[in-house]
């Protein structure tokens, strides 16, 4: 399995950030696995935003006060996140990654590059 | 939210010796912790789950124990290829968090 993200690396403050994560070698809905997204700003540690389910069910991060919207489009194997009214607290490496299950415990097995995405005017 | 705290935030060590890092939850947690390593400019890459169960394909030089609050990875004897910044990850419930981190450096 292999995922990637994509996406502006520039976004305006109080405007929407917007990137997609495509998933290759295995169909994002096979399995029971929950897709996530995960940001880390530089030299902290990384931070999960939220996950979706391939039948559509999602969680978040409480701490993004309702600006995040994950969604997926099964079809054709991509799922998306969307942050609104960002700022520059929100300029960070964002990782899309696969939260896998093994003997009843998650786990983060498979991630993509990562794709840094500043907020500046 | 629990919090993960790690110890050391840094730590030199040369090839060769065994290193051991600590993470604290605010809470019990069981044994829903993982392992991540990561390399500058590199995703996290998972090491250990379940707080002791080696992901397949991670060298057996790489342990971790503990549960409940308390966890350690440790190394047994440090590669040049095991110099990164080591993260724990609780998922004990589906807010998951991380630890600060430690950064491994070569002495």
């Known amino acids: 399995v292999q995922l990637q993200e994509s996406g502006p690396g520039l976004v305006k403050p109080s405007q929407t950030l917007s990137l997609t994560c495509t998933v290759s070698g295995g169909s994002i809905s096979s399995g029971s696995s929950y897709w996530s997204w995960i940001r880390q700003p530089a030299g902290k540690g990384p931070e999960w935003v939220g996950r979706?389910?391939?039948?559509?069910?999602?969680s978040y991060n409480p701490s993004l006060k309702g600006r995040v919207t994950i969604s997926v489009d099964t079809s054709q194997n991509h799922f998306f996140l969307k942050l609104s009214s960002v700022t520059a607290a929100d300029t960070a490496v964002y990782y899309c990654?696969?939260?896998?299950?093994?003997?009843?415990?998650?786990?983060?097995?498979?991630w993509g590059q990562g794709t840094l995405v500043t907020v500046s005017s | 939210d629990i919090q993960m705290t790690q110890s050391p935030s840094s730590l030199s060590a040369s090839v060769g010796d065994r290193v051991t890092i600590t993470c604290r939850a605010s809470?019990?947690?069981?044994?829903?912790l993982s392992w991540y390593q990561q390399k500058p400019g590199k995703a996290p890459k998972l090491l250990i789950y379940a707080a002791s169960s080696l992901q397949s394909g991670v060298p057996s030089r790489f342990s971790g124990g503990g549960s409940g609050t308390d966890f350690t990875l440790s190394i047994s004897s440090l590669q040049p290829e095991d110099f990164a910044t080591y993260y724990c990850q609780q998922s004990y419930n589906s807010l998951y968090t991380f630890g600060q981190g430690t950064k491994l450096e070569i002495k």
């Open positions: 990654a696969r939260e896998g299950l093994s003997s009843g415990y998650t786990l983060f097995d498979y």
């Open positions: 809470q019990s947690i069981s044994s829903y």
């Open positions: 979706v389910y391939p039948g559509g069910s999602t």
